[in-house]
């Protein structure tokens, strides 16, 4: 060792007050940047603490700057405070701020040894005559420490916002060739991922972090609607079965207790199986968007608190929601696509302990999505803007991906690692395709023998 490990302690607890990583993966991320030898890609959660891995390296080098990227004003708003709180100078350039201040932050950065170790701007700040001056002035004294792109998938065009300014950061890679690339996001398709290395032009090898897609403790399985007698029952059934012995179950403080979320594509499934479940002796409570956003909080402090068990949801419901003794997660409905399956599956089991997700699958249910697919598309066609047909048209692929993936004799949890580029995982019996495919098998031709009627 060359002593770098020892002074990226010694940064951690001086400049953020850690005695320790988050992760190993967020050490490794770091001491690579650290070394300087290779672009570095950071692909891990939200909330798993991927600014540190700018943010650490950049204080590292002395009297230098590092140049973030992010997307709005908003977000660098909160990073500003968040270093600011830390002792941390951070500023930004960008359109809202006065003269004064401008000109206070410009002559910092032109500076023999500025005082700002970290300047975050938008891609559209990035692009002006202003800002490209700067930079030229900065490179030149070699007082940029790295180039940093918070929410990489920003860049590409098969991410959720895709902000067509990132596409311009490319440039300032060639233009400086010598400056290392830091990018970061959370988990990413390969196709995203390939995207943002290509049109960042990262130079390969690249080193790369990512927190593998792989969920241990999940296990997974497809049951289809036409071959289960009374829906209600059976999901009940299931429920109970996921919420483990009743003994325990009472002797556990009720916001610890386990519970469990059923997602559904409408309101008026939302509700009638609500209902459904609650008839059967588990209290489940309703949320959507048609609820009154005070009826909403109010469902979703019921749920955490452990008052009501299983909330019942469109897939409105979870963002920002970590409740780690989520048992299961049921798909009432075919979901989105293959990232909002994952997604919202992914809210069982944060605590590690074994979960389960299911999909109730009946082709009736598909083939009515197919049929308001369809009109979504053709409404797109006589809109005037092209992305909306192609959006509509992408909603409808995804959603076949699904279904063929319902009706198919392959792991369950190979689908999300072929999804984000990970290697298959050893999934032994956390699916039930692997756990037992002759059953699965038998169920499958059952399926389609009904579905032939
Ligand atoms: P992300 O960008 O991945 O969503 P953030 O960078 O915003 O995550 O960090 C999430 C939280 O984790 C922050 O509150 C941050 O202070 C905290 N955090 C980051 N690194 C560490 C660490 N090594 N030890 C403890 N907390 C950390
Ligand atoms: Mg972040
Ligand atoms: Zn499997």
Same mark, same amino acid.
């Given at each position: 060792?060359?002593?770098?490990?020892?002074?990226?302690?010694?940064?951690?607890?001086?400049?953020?007050?850690?005695?320790?990583?988050?992760?190993?993966?967020?050490?490794?991320?770091?001491?690579?940047?650290?070394?300087?030898?290779?672009?570095?890609?950071?692909?891990?959660?939200?909330?798993?603490?991927?600014?540190?891995?700018?943010?650490?390296?950049?204080?590292?080098?002395?009297?230098?700057?590092?140049?973030?990227?992010?997307?709005?004003?908003?977000?660098?708003?909160?990073?500003?405070?968040?270093?600011?709180?830390?002792?941390?100078?951070?500023?930004?350039?960008?359109?809202?701020?006065?003269?004064?201040?401008?000109?206070?932050?410009?002559?910092?950065?032109?500076?023999?040894?500025?005082?700002?170790?970290?300047?975050?701007?938008?891609?559209?700040?990035?692009?002006?005559?202003?800002?490209?001056?700067?930079?030229?002035?900065?490179?030149?004294?070699?007082?940029?420490?790295?180039?940093?792109?918070?929410?990489?998938?920003?860049?590409?065009?098969?991410?959720?916002?895709?902000?067509?300014?990132?596409?311009?950061?490319?440039?300032?890679?060639? @233009?400086?060739? &010598?400056?290392?690339?830091?990018?970061?996001? #959370? %988990?990413? !398709?390969?196709?995203?991922?390939? *995207?943002?290395?290509?049109?960042?032009?990262?130079?390969?090898?690249?080193?790369?972090?990512?927190?593998?897609?792989?969920?241990?403790?999940?296990?997974?399985?497809?049951?289809?609607?036409?071959?289960?007698?009374?829906?209600?029952?059976?999901?009940?059934?299931?429920?109970?079965?996921?919420?483990?012995?009743?003994?325990?179950?009472?002797?556990?403080?009720?916001?610890?207790?386990?519970?469990?979320?059923?997602?559904?594509?409408?309101?008026?499934?939302?509700?009638?199986?609500?209902?459904?479940?609650?008839?059967?002796?588990?209290?489940?409570?309703?949320?959507?968007?048609?609820?009154?956003?005070?009826?909403?909080?109010?469902?979703?402090? @019921?749920?955490? &608190?452990?008052?009501?068990?299983?909330?019942? #949801? %469109?897939? !409105?419901?979870?963002?920002?929601? *970590?409740?780690?003794?989520?048992?299961?997660?049921?798909?009432?409905?075919?979901?989105?696509?293959?990232?909002?399956?994952?997604?919202?599956?992914?809210?069982?089991?944060?605590?590690?302990?074994?979960?389960?997700?299911?999909?109730?699958?009946?082709?009736?249910?598909?083939?009515?999505?197919?049929?308001?697919?369809?009109?979504?598309?053709?409404?797109?066609?006589?809109?005037?803007?092209?992305?909306?047909?192609?959006?509509?048209?992408?909603?409808?692929?995804?959603?076949?991906?699904?279904?063929?993936?319902?009706?198919?004799?392959?792991?369950?949890?190979?689908?999300?690692?072929?999804?984000?580029?990970?290697?298959?995982?050893?999934?032994?019996?956390?699916?039930?395709?692997?756990?037992?495919?002759?059953?699965?098998?038998?169920?499958?031709?059952?399926?389609?023998?009904?579905?032939?009627?």
């Amino acid at each position: 060792e060359d002593g770098s490990e020892d002074r990226m302690y010694e940064c951690l607890e001086k400049y953020f007050g850690h005695k320790e990583f988050k992760s190993e993966l967020q050490k490794k991320a770091v001491k690579s940047a650290v070394k300087k030898k290779r672009d570095v890609y950071v692909s891990m959660p939200t909330g798993s603490g991927k600014s540190l891995c700018f943010q650490l390296p950049g204080l590292m080098c002395d009297g230098k700057v590092t140049i973030v990227f992010s997307p709005l004003l908003a977000l660098i708003k909160d990073q500003i405070d968040h270093l600011g709180k830390l002792k941390i100078q951070a500023d930004s350039l960008n359109s809202k701020m006065g003269v004064k201040e401008r000109e206070r932050v410009v002559s910092d950065l032109k500076s023999v040894k500025p005082n700002i170790r970290f300047l975050y701007i938008t891609p559209e700040q990035a692009a002006t005559q202003g800002f490209q001056d700067i930079l030229a002035h900065m490179v030149k004294y070699d007082k940029v420490a790295y180039f940093a792109v918070d929410e990489a998938h920003c860049v590409s065009q098969w991410g959720h916002d895709f902000r067509p300014d990132y596409l311009k950061l490319g440039q300032l890679r060639s @233009k400086y060739p &010598s400056i290392i690339w830091l990018a970061l996001t #959370a %988990t990413a !398709s390969k196709q995203v991922r390939e *995207d943002i290395f290509k049109q960042l032009r990262l130079n390969e090898p690249i080193a790369k972090f990512i927190t593998p897609s792989f969920r241990k403790n999940l296990f997974y399985d497809v049951v289809f609607k036409n071959s289960i007698e009374d829906d209600f029952q059976h999901l009940a059934g299931f429920a109970s079965h996921c919420l483990g012995d009743e003994e325990e179950f009472k002797k556990t403080a009720p916001a610890k207790r386990g519970c469990g979320i059923i997602y559904c594509r409408t309101r008026e499934n939302v509700e009638r199986v609500a209902m459904g479940v609650t008839r059967q002796g588990i209290n489940a409570i309703a949320y959507h968007a048609g609820l009154k956003g005070s009826e909403r909080v109010e469902a979703q402090e @019921k749920w955490m &608190s452990g008052e009501s068990p299983i909330i019942v #949801a %469109t897939n !409105s419901f979870g963002m920002g929601v *970590d409740k780690p003794s989520v048992r299961f997660v049921i798909h009432w409905d075919v979901p989105q696509n293959v990232a909002a399956y994952y997604q919202e599956s992914g809210r069982a089991g944060r605590d590690g302990k074994k979960s389960y997700c299911r999909l109730y699958y009946g082709r009736e249910d598909a083939r009515s999505i197919r049929f308001l697919l369809q009109n979504d598309i053709n409404r797109s066609r006589s809109s005037t803007c092209s992305g909306k047909q192609e959006m509509a048209e992408r909603a409808m692929k995804n959603f076949d991906d699904i279904v063929s993936f319902c009706e198919m004799m392959q792991c369950r949890h190979k689908l999300f690692s072929d999804y984000f580029g990970d290697p298959t995982p050893e999934c032994e019996d956390r699916c039930d395709v692997c756990k037992n495919p002759k059953k699965m098998e038998k169920a499958l031709l059952t399926f389609q023998r009904l579905c032939m009627d």
